[in-house]
């Protein structure tokens, strides 16, 4: 096989990345936008050893599971790999995945439910975070085509709430307006490197960061005095990011004009969101995931609940009503700060959260004789650590709620706890993401 041959295939299967998997001489061959049963003309454009990559030069036989995208770079930029699938397919593939993992670590008698799909397909994102850089000559934000730094412009993101993509382009014209030079990634150099835009679906307040590379620019309070001219902007503020790095946020944030938060509710809770806190992108959804989480924990008014990866207190005060205390456990300080203020702010007294590793917390709590009757763990991508697991294992919870973003972090994680005498008998797949191939899991493990 060599690159830019020609070579027809047949899409047998969907990777774990939505990408159509056929063989072809000895090989297997990943292609982008096909989908399982489908007859394609496809070219070659890398090879390896033992697999290659190839993209669709035309569809000889499409599946009965194909939608026609207008938008092709949503797929081709991995921003909505799956807006060319039907969604109960979609969810089919999300279950599928998960069902998969747990084959693969010897777990095959755990049952999988159907995937909880999402009240909205798309328009569904409370947060966008696009890059902003120099296209053919003038500033442009889009997002960049998968596998890849090369922006692909866009004024529609599919997934994203319209009202934050009105606010990006209203943006992306100011900064021209005003000629703010984009960011140089080669170089390191230029003013703005990404806009970052939250919305609140309870009150449709709308948060601008500007990430820049430096702490002020001289056109930014020409800029701010624009941005705050649109309809619900509630505050402009400046993200200082000056290092060559793939992080998009920076580490301080400087308050330009107006509050430094927004608002926004899960179910009945309000909650107060910085520009560094994490806060489920899902509005909707949201507060679905927890329900099935609070109902399989089948907590009791005497249980204690550490909180632990507690973020800004949301899963925790939503568990607190149900329990005796809630003990939350969070490295980000903004993050135990907003928490701290969501739990007066909804007049909730048996919730207290502290800055910390959870795995050297704990261990100090249950030599203190602090009880855990559970813990929640609601990690990020890369799950959790065997020193997290070792310490939760030596609190000696009856149970662990576990909810993930990523079930194959969270499968080698339920293996381990499974080793150390916890078992789990059911997982629940909830859509979070649609068009995108991610998706979310919840289980409980109890002790043996």
């Not at 442009?140 to 998968?146: K, L, Q, V």
């Not at 939350?328 to 135990?336: L, Y």
Request: aromatic content about 8%; hydrophobic content about 40%.
């Amino acid at each position: 096989m060599e690159k830019n041959q020609i070579i027809q295939l047949t899409i047998t299967d969907l990777s774990y990345e939505a990408m159509g998997v056929a063989h072809y001489e000895g090989m297997t061959v990943f292609v982008a936008s096909a989908l399982p049963g489908e007859e394609i003309s496809a070219q070659v454009f890398k090879v390896k050893s033992r697999f290659a990559f190839a993209k669709i030069v035309k569809v000889l036989k499409a599946s009965p599971d194909r939608i026609t995208v207008d938008q092709h770079e949503w797929v081709k930029t991995g921003l909505a790999s799956l807006a060319h699938i039907k969604y109960a397919k979609q969810l089919e593939f999300k279950r599928t995945q998960v069902v998969n993992l747990l084959q693969k670590a010897h777990l095959d008698e755990v049952t999988v439910a159907e995937t909880l799909a999402s009240p909205e397909e798309t328009g569904y994102r409370n947060k966008a975070q696009v890059p902003v850089r120099q296209y053919h000559g003038q500033l442009e934000i889009g997002f960049f085509r998968h596998h890849s730094h090369d922006l692909v412009p866009l004024t529609d993101f599919f997934t994203t709430d319209p009202a934050i993509d009105q606010v990006l382009v209203a943006v992306r014209d100011i900064l021209r307006e005003q000629r703010v030079p984009a960011y140089d990634e080669r170089q390191n150099r230029g003013e703005v490197r990404y806009l970052d835009v939250r919305r609140s679906k309870a009150t449709g307040e709308i948060m601008v960061i500007l990430v820049c590379c430096h702490k002020d620019f001289p056109q930014l309070p020409a800029v701010a005095d624009a941005i705050k001219q649109l309809d619900h902007v509630s505050g402009v503020i400046l993200n200082h990011n000056p290092k060559k790095t793939n992080v998009i946020l920076g580490k301080t944030d400087y308050l330009v004009w107006g509050k430094p938060q927004i608002v926004d509710k899960i179910g009945d809770l309000q909650f107060k969101i910085s520009p560094q806190s994490f806060f489920q992108i899902n509005s909707l959804q949201t507060p679905r995931l927890y329900d099935i989480a609070i109902k399989a924990a089948k907590l009791t008014p005497d249980d204690v609940v550490i909180d632990a990866y507690s973020g800004i207190g949301t899963i925790g005060l939503s568990v607190a009503k149900h329990v005796k205390a809630v003990r939350g456990v969070e490295v980000v300080r903004d993050a135990v700060r907003d928490a701290q203020e969501n739990a007066e702010l909804n007049d909730i007294h048996n919730a207290n959260y502290l800055t910390g590793k959870a795995e050297e917390i704990m261990p100090r709590w249950a030599k203190e004789g602090v009880k855990a009757d559970v813990i929640l763990v609601d990690p990020p991508r890369k799950g959790l650590t065997s020193e997290f697991i070792e310490a939760a294992v030596k609190t000696s919870p009856k149970k662990v709620v576990y909810i993930s973003c990523n079930p194959a972090t969270m499968v080698r994680d339920l293996a381990e706890f499974q080793a150390s005498g916890y078992h789990f008998n059911h997982i629940q797949p909830v859509d979070m993401f649609p068009q995108t191939p991610h998706v979310e899991a919840v289980t409980v493990l109890e002790r043996d």
